[in-house]
């Protein structure tokens, strides 16, 4: 009787053990998943604050190429008939059609940080993990659109130099030189024409991946406002 009340003594306790490190385990397991939660969280909170910059850097190079788009035509539109308008008009739009671009400055380093990590297993949403992985690798686009762009740039800048000249140091709202005045000849040469041409169709481009990428950003943000929320209902 005693032998069978130590075995059944040794087995409860052995079972108290068993449950001791098992429930011991689940608690560490669980806090470090709630550890990485929380780490997921905050990047996903920095991906947030990124893509509030961002969307200020696309309305702000939205306008500025929406504004060298109008130079272009209106260069295109009178090449043939400058002489009926002021020198410093044809200054203006000649400087914007010419040399008019933006630099966007991705910043990819918390989506990779979050990916590198494997933390990004951790978002519930496959919508946001797709819109995240695709958000970066498009954005390529737009950076070599402004190379592009400023390939262009060079092409006219003998021509630039040479025929257009600052009045002041006077700038728009978005802190672009306006004040120029034309000092060449009426006939603008057809290399110059062509150049103007292809750069706007870049500029247009930009203009149209512009918009999508404000879309894209606005629907990412709500994608990760969601996945936060969810985490603490």
Excluded at 162 to 186: H, L, M, V
Aim: glycine share 4%.
């Amino acid at each position: 009787m005693k032998t069978k009340t130590l075995v059944i003594r040794y087995v409860l306790e052995f079972v108290v053990i068993i449950l001791g490190v098992s429930i011991s385990f689940y608690i560490e397991k669980q806090n470090a998943l709630k550890y990485k939660e929380t780490i997921k969280n905050q990047s996903l909170n920095r991906i947030l604050n990124n893509s509030k910059i961002d969307s200020l850097d696309f309305e702000y190079n939205l306008e500025a190429h929406q504004n060298f788009i109008k130079s272009c035509y209106w260069v295109l539109k009178n090449k043939n008939n400058l002489s009926a308008f002021s020198r410093d008009s044809i200054g203006y739009h000649f400087g914007f059609a010419i040399d008019g671009n933006t630099f966007f400055v991705d910043n990819p380093e918390e989506y990779r940080g979050l990916k590198n990590s494997g933390l990004i297993e951790l978002i519930e949403n496959d919508s946001l993990v797709s819109a995240l992985q695709n958000k970066h690798a498009q954005r390529i686009v737009i950076t070599k659109m402004e190379e592009f762009i400023a390939d262009h740039i060079k092409n006219n800048s003998l021509y630039l130099y040479g025929n257009i000249r600052f009045i002041s140091e006077k700038k728009n709202t978005q802190g672009y030189a306006i004040d120029r005045t034309y000092t060449g000849d009426f006939t603008i040469p057809q290399v110059v024409i062509q150049n103007i041409e292809q750069k706007l169709r870049f500029h247009q481009y930009y203009v149209d991946q512009t918009k999508y990428e404000l879309r894209r950003n606005a629907y990412i943000k709500k994608l990760i406002k969601k996945e936060i929320a969810d985490q603490y209902q």
